[in-house]
C-alpha cells in the first residue's frame, strides 16, 4: 500500500482529481476492500495533507483541493459500491452520521459514513456543521438506531454537549468521535457519550459489538457531571467575547508599538487570532481541562514557527488578557499555564515575514 498512497499524494497535490481517481479505482480492481482504500490509502494521505499543511510546506490552497479532491473520490467510490455486490444496506442497523453545530470538517464524517454503509449499516449522512434543533427535530423523526456525532474543533464541545444530552433524551444513544474529543476520548467520556472510538475502523468495530440505549428518564442536564459550571466563569467570557477581543487588542498596541503601523489586513488578522485564543480558552473552561488550551497554544506555536514567526509572539497576547480576566481565577490559572507552555520552548531561529500577528 505505500505505493498506492505515493501515488496518490502525487495525484492530490497536484490537482489531479482524474489520476487520484485512476489510483483509488485501480486499487478497488485489484481486490482491496472499499474498507481498505478508505482506511488505509485515502485515510494516511489526507493526514499527510494536513501534516504537511501544519509545517508550512502546502498551502491552504493546496490543502482545501487536496480535501475536496478526496471528498469527490469517497462520492464516486460510494455510487460504485451500490451498484455493486456487497451487505445488504440496513441489515446491521441504522446509523445517522453528523458534525457538531459549528463544525465544518466533514471528511471524518463521510469516511465513517462509507465504513459503515460497507458493513451493512443503512446511514443517513447528514454532513457538516448541523444545527443542534434541527438535528434533535430529525432524530425524533428517523429514530435511528445511533447517533455518530463527529467534531474536529474543542471549541465545539458545548454544541456537542447540547446535541448529546437533547438526543439521549430521546433514547438514541451517541457514538462520539474526532480530535475534539481528546486522543484518550476523555471529553466524550466528560460530555456524558454513550461511546467513543479513535477512528473509523474502531467505530464501526464497536457499533458491530452494540451500543446500550440510553432511558430517557435519566438523561442529564447540560450542567450534569461539570460542577466548575456553577462559577459561571464559561458564561461570562464566552458573552463578553467581543469586548475582550476589543480590549485585548488595545492593550497590545500599547505594549507592541510595531502593531502601530500595522495595515487593515494585519489588524484583522491579529484580531482573528486573539478570538481563538479566547474561543479555546472558554472550551478549556467549559471542559475544565488546561491540556485542551496548553496543546492548542503548542499547536499554534508549531504554525507560527513553522512560517517564520516566533511563538513569542503568543505570549504578550497571554499577558493582556489575564489582565482581562482577573476576577476569574480558573481562566488565570490557565493562562499561567499556557505562559509556562509557551516559555518551555526550545528557542529556534525564525525569520519573520510580513503580517506577523500576535
Known amino acids: ?195 467513543w472510538a479513535p477512528d473509523a475502523r474502531a467505530a464501526a468495530d464497536l457499533l458491530g459489538r452494540g451500543v446500550p440505549r440510553p432511558r430517557p428518564d435519566t438523561a442529564h442536564p447540560p450542567v450534569d457531571g461539570l460542577p466548575h459550571l456553577t462559577d459561571q466563569e464559561y458564561t461570562l467570557i464566552v458573552r463578553g467575547k467581543a469586548r475582550l477581543v476589543r480590549n485585548t487588542l488595545a492593550g497590545l498596541d500599547a505594549r507592541l508599538p510595531a502593531m502601530r503601523a500595522y495595515t487593515d489586513t494585519q489588524r484583522e488578522r491579529t484580531a482573528e487570532d486573539v478570538a481563538h485564543v479566547v474561543d479555546f480558552l472558554s472550551a478549556a473552561l467549559y471542559a475544565d481541562d488546561a491540556r485542551l488550551f496548553t496543546e492548542f497554544l503548542d499547536w499554534t506555536a508549531d504554525i507560527l514557527e513553522a512560517r517564520g514567526v516566533p511563538a513569542t509572539v503568543l505570549r504578550p497576547t497571554l499577558v493582556v488578557l489575564a489582565d482581562e480576566v482577573k476576577d476569574f481565577p480558573r481562566a488565570l490559572r490557565l493562562l499561567e499555564r499556557g505562559r509556562a507552555v509557551l516559555d518551555a520552548r526550545p528557542s529556534r531561529p525564525t525569520t519573520p515575514g510580513p503580517g506577523i500577528t500576535v
Open 1 to 195: 500500500m505505500p505505493e498506492l498512497r505515493t501515488a496518490l499524494w502525487r495525484a492530490v497535490t497536484a490537482r489531479d482529481e482524474r489520476a487520484a481517481g485512476q489510483v483509488v479505482f485501480g486499487a478497488l480492481d485489484s481486490g482491496l476492500s472499499s474498507e481498505e482504500v478508505l482506511l488505509d490509502v485515502i485515510v494516511p494521505v489526507q493526514v499527510r495533507v494536513g501534516t504537511e499543511w501544519a509545517a508550512g510546506r502546502i498551502s491552504v490552497a493546496q490543502e482545501h483541493a487536496a480535501t475536496a479532491i478526496h471528498d469527490r473520490v469517497i462520492a464516486a467510490m460510494a455510487h460504485r459500491d451500490a451498484a455493486g455486490p456487497g451487505a445488504a444496506a440496513g441489515t446491521a442497523g441504522t446509523v445517522t452520521v453528523a458534525c457538531v453545530d459549528g463544525e465544518w470538517h466533514a471528511l471524518p464524517a463521510r469516511i465513517l459514513a462509507e465504513v459503515l454503509r460497507g458493513r451493512g449499516y443503512e446511514v443517513d449522512f447528514l454532513g457538516a456543521q448541523v444545527p443542534t434543533p434541527h438535528l434533535v427535530a430529525h432524530m425524533h423523526r428517523t429514530a435511528p438506531d445511533v447517533l455518530a456525532l463527529s467534531s474536529s474543533l474543542p471549541t465545539r464541545l458545548p454544541a456537542a454537549h447540547t446535541a448529546i444530552t437533547a438526543v439521549q433524551a430521546l433514547g438514541i444513544p451517541v457514538l462520539a468521535g474526532g480530535a475534539a474529543f481528546g486522543a484518550d476520548g476523555r471529553h466524550a467520556r466528560l460530555l456524558g457519550a454513550d461511546a
